[in-house]
Structure formats: structure tokens, C-alpha cells
């Protein structure tokens, strides 16, 4: 059909003409990555089950965690305080481990909808698609009914395979409340993101907001329970746990979810309706007439590129490790209880708990970094299948040169990331235990994991420098690292395993002594990996979109 004749025939259409057929279209693009998330979140939740279920057998001990958990420090990191009256199998669940899966449910939520709306209309496909017999809201009710549908159908699984445990406390009605639980967590995240996408014509920005919503609610939750539980009704998690999930098992909870998530796609097919595909309702500010001498210089223009990403995760990890720090006086007594904790904490060595403690929150400080590594270091790629690293090449730029400028973003920013995170940590925590040494103590643990940092970039640039395509491989090395460095140590794996993680290489301060070599290791791996990068990245042709 000629073009100029498709808005005549969308005009005698409905706006929702082509949504099925998007719909199917969505569901084959996303075919590895629906079940992939459905079933990570369902085995790591029944895992989670099995293991509290070997570890405290008796109503005694469980009744001992609560009691710990009863904290204001253990209820800010779990739950509200009216799980733990009749602290079974199902109420530790519900109360340790809902809040924490709501997030990851949230997340999935906020990617999927904006790589199914914002980033198809960042990448021009959008607009060639509406170019045919396509309604204007086609589009973006084809990606709310697949997200909708990815929750609905992680709910089923996951309380279907929650109730055929049999554990003590966890009844069918309770697990199918667990699994819907989740559910509308995430369905009003997705309406929350249908906002986002119309406000800003970038995909990092559109899924930055949601990412920021959902650190917002997990704080106001967090602050809700410690307090009087106020502010825990302001976030869809604070809402989820008010189901209270094998206590009592309240359902309407989760209409207030769906009412907000009702509203807010409302408004957002509303704003949707103001502005032209491709665009914001934001719109881009003008810039100078003659840009700065530093963008005259390919490191310039990566500092100016990635500049937004390195402030929100300096930020994010300053904040956490602030947060951490200052319950470093209740540690001892928190978590001395915890069966697991205990023998994870004495794994690790040290003098004393919080030293063990503190040594274990610097992984998952240093992993949450690796993940603004490898967005950093894979900048290259997105330059390049968006076509704009070609123009730069054009001019009197190396590739060397060009892609060295990334690098150098990704290392320099991952060492001002993680430093932050330790500095906070360090500061607060000094505060809370009123001991200064705690600063330079905590600053230097940070410190110790930069080449692992180093590595993860490495990796990352030698699987793009390769190809493009296999840059997403990096992305194991931060979940491999968090799945042995944290959960490891409290599920007992084995050396081996964390061993292959180069954050298994790190000397763990401060509760272990320093030492130079393994750290001497990790930066020569670091600096083959970003050789063998640059060397095949200098070789091959670029692929652009």
C-alpha cells in the first residue's frame, strides 16, 4: 500500500488496529527472555523456601529470628512487624523474602515495557511500523498486554510451585496471594513506566525514572515499617506485603495496586497523544552555538555521553552504603541469630561480626558497581549500532583512540563509583559504632576490589571488541558475582565456585588481611582482556542498525 494513502485507511480504523499482531511480535522477540525471568524468580524463590525450611526445623528457632527481625534495623530490611506473631515457614517468606522478589518483578516490568515502547521509537522501528495499518495506540497496549500477562503468568507458576512444597505455613491460597502479590507489583510499576516512556524521548532516561521509582518505593517501605507504617502505603512493595501472605492472607491490598496501575496507563495513553513518535513531552533543550572544547576530543565526548549514568550510580551506591552503615551498631545483635548469617559471617573471619559484615556488604557494594561497569564499557556498542561511531570515525579519530575513550570512562568512573559507596559506608558507619577508623578501614576494602572492577570492563570489551553481539555475555560476571558473593556464603557453596569470579580473588577487608598478588593477577587479566578488545575491535567492520 502507498504511504500517503495509510493515514486515510488507519483514519477508517480503530487505534488499536495491528495490536494483535504486535502482540505476537513482542511475545517472539522476548521468547528466551519471558521464560528466563519466570524461571529465575520462581526456582530462586522455591530455593529460598527449601533452604529456610533446613534451617530453622523448629518453631524455637524461628521464633528466635523473630525476635531479631523484630528490629528496627531487621524490619527495614525485611518487613512489617505483624508477620512475626506466628513466625512459620510461609510468614518468613512473606516477610524476609516478598519485599526483595517484588523488586526484581519491578525491574523486569520497567524493562520490558520501555524496550517494547520508548527504545522502538529511539531506534525508528516505531515509526515505520505506524508508517502502516497500525492504530495510533497500538503499539503501546501490545507491549501492556505482554508485560501484563508475563506477571499474571509468573503468578500462576510461581504460587503453584510455592503450594507443592507442602512446608509448614504455606498453603495453596497463601502461595497463589504470594504469586499475585508480585503480580501487581510489577502491573503498577508498567503503569508507572507507561508514564516515564511519554516524558522523555530516550530509552535510558525513560527506564533511569522507573529504576528511580522503584528505589523510592523500597525506602518508602522500608521507613514505613520501621515507623508507623504510613509511609509504607505510598509504595506498591509496602502494598504487596500488606497482603500479609500466609497470615492472614488479605487479597484486597492488591485492588489498590490495580487501581493505580489502572490510572496510571490511563494517563499515560492520555500524555501519549501529546507529543509526535519519537518525541517527549520533555523536550530537548537547546544547546550552544558552539559546543565546548572538551567535546573536541573523543574522551571529552564519552565523559559528556555517560556523564548521567555515572551521577545516579555514584549516588545510588553513596546512599547504600550510608543505608548499611548506619545499622552497623545492631548488626552483632541482628544477626548473630540467623543460623546462615552466622556461618557465612564466620567464613569470612574477622575480629568481630560487624568486621564480617561490613566485609560482606562490600561485595555486594563492588557487584552493583559491575554493573555500572559493564553499561559503561558497553557504551560502544549502542554508539555503534546507532550509527553515530561512524561519523566520529570519519573524521581524524582512531578507533583506538575512540573506543579507548569508553574505556577509560568505565574504569575511571567504576573507581569514583565504588568509592562513594565505601566512603558512605565508611562515614556512617563510623557515626553509628563511633569509631573514625572505620572510614579509612571501609574506603580501603572498596579500594581492593578495583581490578576486579578492571575485569568485568575487560571482559566486556573483549566481547565486543569481537562482536557486538556477544557483548551481553558480560552481564554474567555481576549476576555470577552476587549469586557466589553473597548468597554463596549464606547457602555454603563451594571454593570452586567462587573462585571463578574474579570478586572471589579479592582479599576480604577488612575482616581478612591484604594481600598484593591475587590483586596484582586480576589487573594483568584485566589489561589482556582490554588488549585483545581493542586489537579485534581495530579488525573488524562496524555494524550499524
Known amino acids: ?63 528466635a529470628i523473630a525476635e531479631t527481625m523484630g528490629t528496627p534495623a531487621g524490619l527495614a530490611m525485611s518487613g512489617p512487624a505483624e508477620y512475626l506473631a506466628d513466625y512459620n515457614i510461609g510468614a518468613m517468606m512473606g516477610h524476609q523474602m516478598l519485599g526483595f522478589t517484588a523488586l526484581l518483578v519491578a525491574l523486569m516490568s520497567v524493562l520490558m515495557l520501555v524496550r517494547h515502547t520508548r527504545a522502538e521509537e529511539e531506534s525508528g522501528r516505531a515509526e515505520l511500523v505506524r508508517a502502516a495499518v497500525v492504530g495510533r495506540h497500538a503499539h503501546a497496549t501490545a507491549a501492556l498486554v505482554v508485560v501484563i500477562a508475563t506477571n499474571l503468568l509468573l503468578a500462576v507458576v510461581m504460587g503453584l510451585a510455592l503450594a507443592a512444597t507442602g512446608a509448614e505455613g504455606v498453603t495453596t491460597g497463601g502461595s497463589l496471594l504470594y504469586g499475585f502479590a508480585h503480580a501487581a507489583v510489577g502491573v503498577a510499576f508498567a503503569g508507572l513506566t507507561m508514564v516515564t516512556v511519554q516524558i522523555t524521548e530516550h530509552t535510558r532516561g525513560a527506564a533511569g525514572m522507573g529504576l528511580a521509582a522503584i528505589g523510592l518505593a523500597y525506602v518508602l517501605r522500608a521507613a514505613g515499617d520501621v515507623g508507623d507504617g504510613t509511609l509504607s502505603w505510598l509504595s506498591p512493595i509496602g502494598w504487596a506485603q500488606a497482603t500479609l501472605v500466609y497470615v492472614d492472607d488479605r487479597w484486597w491490598p492488591l485492588l489498590l495496586a490495580a487501581g493505580v496501575a489502572a490510572v496510571l496507563i490511563a494517563v499515560g495513553v492520555a500524555l501519549s497523544t501529546r507529543r509526535d513518535v519519537g518525541s517527549g513531552l520533555r523536550g530537548t533543550r537547546a544547546g550552544r552555538q558552539a559546543a565546548s572544547a572538551v567535546l573536541g576530543n573523543p574522551f571529552g565526548l564519552a565523559v559528556r555521553l555517560q556523564r548521567g549514568l555515572l551521577i545516579g550510580f555514584t549516588a545510588t551506591l553513596a546512599l547504600l552504603g550510608i543505608a548499611y552503615g548506619a545499622i552497623l551498631n545492631e548488626v552483632e545483635d541482628m544477626l548473630t541469630a540467623i543460623a546462615e548469617m552466622e556461618r557465612a559471617l564466620a567464613d569470612i573471619g574477622g575480629a568481630t561480626v560487624t568486621e564480617s559484615f561490613a566485609s560482606m556488604v562490600m561485595i555486594v557494594l563492588a557487584v552493583i558497581a559491575s554493573i555500572y561497569v559493564v553499561l559503561a564499557a558497553s557504551r560502544g556498542r549502542a554508539e555503534e549500532a546507532d550509527g553515530r561511531a561512524e561519523p566520529v570515525l570519519a573524521t581524524a579519530v582512531s578507533r583506538h583512540r575512540w573506543l579507548a575513550s569508553h574505556i577509560t570512562v568505565a574504569l575511571l ?133
Open 1 to 63: 500500500m502507498n504511504t500517503s494513502t495509510a493515514p486515510a485507511v488507519r483514519a477508517r480504523h480503530g487505534s488499536l488496529t495491528g495490536t494483535p499482531a504486535l502482540i505476537r511480535f513482542a511475545l517472539r522477540r522476548d521468547r528466551v527472555r519471558i521464560p528466563a525471568w519466570i524461571a529465575a524468580l520462581t526456582l530462586g524463590t522455591v530455593a529460598t523456601l527449601a533452604s529456610l525450611a533446613d534451617l530453622y526445623p523448629t518453631s524455637v528457632e524461628r521464633q
Open 413 to 545: 568512573g567504576g573507581i569514583v563509583v565504588l568509592a562513594a559507596g565505601g566512603l558512605g559506608f565508611g562515614i556512617a558507619g563510623a557515626l553509628a559504632v563511633d569509631d573514625s577508623e572505620l572510614i579509612t578501614q571501609l574506603l580501603g576494602a572498596a579500594v581492593a576490589y578495583f581490578p576486579a572492577l578492571w575485569v568485568t570492563a575487560g571482559l566486556a570489551v573483549a566481547l565486543y571488541g569481537l562482536s557486538p553481539r556477544l557483548t551481553p555475555l558480560a552481564w554474567i560476571v555481576p549476576v555470577y558475582g552476587f549469586l557466589v558473593g553473597y548468597l554463596g556464603q549464606i547457602l555454603q557453596f563451594p571454593e570452586w565456585m567462587t573462585n571463578l569470579s574474579p570478586f572471589g580473588h579479592v582479599p576480604e577487608l577488612p575482616a581478612e588481611e591484604f594481600s598484593v598478588l591475587p590483586l596484582a593477577l586480576l589487573l594483568a587479566v584485566a589489561a589482556a582482556l582490554l588488549a585483545i578488545g581493542l586489537s579485534a575491535f581495530r579488525q573488524r567492520d562496524l555494524e550499524t542498525a
